[in-house]
C-alpha cells in the first residue's frame, strides 16, 4: 500500500499540456478630466502650434534676410547703369550711345539692345523694346558662335547669342572690365 500522502497527490501528466494562457488586465484608463482641463487641452495644442509657426517664420524671415544680402552683393545698383529711351528704338544713337558690332563687345560693357521674339500665336517675329544691360559673361557655344550673358537694369538676365542682339548701342564710356 501506499502512504496517503503519495496516494492523495495529482499524477503525473502523461500527455504534453499547453501552456497556459495569460488573460492581461486592461489598461487603467486616465480618470476623465475635468471641465478645466478640457478646454485647456485644445488650447495647450494651439499654443503649441502658434510658437512653432512663429519659429518657422523667424526663420524664413531670416533666410529671405541672407539671400537679400547675396544677391546685393552680386548685383550693382542699378542707378549706375545708363538708362534707355525712345532713340535707342529707332536705330539712332542717343546721346551718350554709340552704334556698335557684337564683335567689339567685351565683359564689362553696358549695352543697349533689342531682340527679334518670336510670336507663336501669329507666326511671325516681334522686336523687344530697347533694354539696357551690363555684359557679365562672353563664352561660346557648341557650334563656336558668340554667346553673352547680360545682367538687365531691371534685374533680369538675357542669355543670348551674338546673332540674336540688335541695334546695338555701347554707352560711352561704359567699359568697366
Not at 8 to 37: G, I, L, N, W, Y
Not at 48 to 75: G, H, M, Y
Not at 142 to 148: L, P
Request: contains cysteine.
Amino acid at each position: 500500500k501506499r502512504p496517503k500522502a503519495i496516494a492523495d497527490a495529482p499524477s503525473p501528466p502523461t500527455a504534453a499540456k499547453t501552456p497556459p494562457t495569460v488573460q492581461r488586465a486592461p489598461a487603467p484608463s486616465a480618470p476623465a478630466p475635468s471641465a478645466p482641463e478640457e478646454a485647456r487641452g485644445p488650447r495647450v495644442e494651439l499654443e503649441a502650434l502658434v510658437k512653432e509657426q512663429a519659429r518657422r517664420i523667424q526663420e524664413l524671415e531670416e533666410q529671405n534676410a541672407l539671400l537679400r544680402r547675396k544677391l546685393e552683393a552680386i548685383a550693382e545698383p542699378h542707378a549706375t547703369l545708363p538708362t534707355a529711351n525712345a532713340a535707342n528704338a529707332a536705330n539712332a544713337a542717343a546721346p551718350g550711345w554709340t552704334a556698335s558690332t557684337v564683335e567689339l563687345l567685351k565683359k564689362g560693357h553696358v549695352i543697349c539692345y533689342q531682340l527679334d521674339l518670336i510670336d507663336a500665336w501669329k507666326g511671325t517675329m516681334q522686336r523687344s523694346e530697347a533694354k539696357v544691360a551690363v555684359i557679365t559673361k562672353v563664352s561660346r557655344n557648341a557650334e563656336g558662335s558668340k554667346c553673352f550673358v547680360l545682367r538687365c537694369e531691371r534685374g533680369g538676365v538675357d542669355f543670348v547669342e551674338a546673332t540674336q542682339l540688335r541695334n546695338v548701342q555701347l554707352a560711352a564710356g561704359a567699359n568697366r572690365g
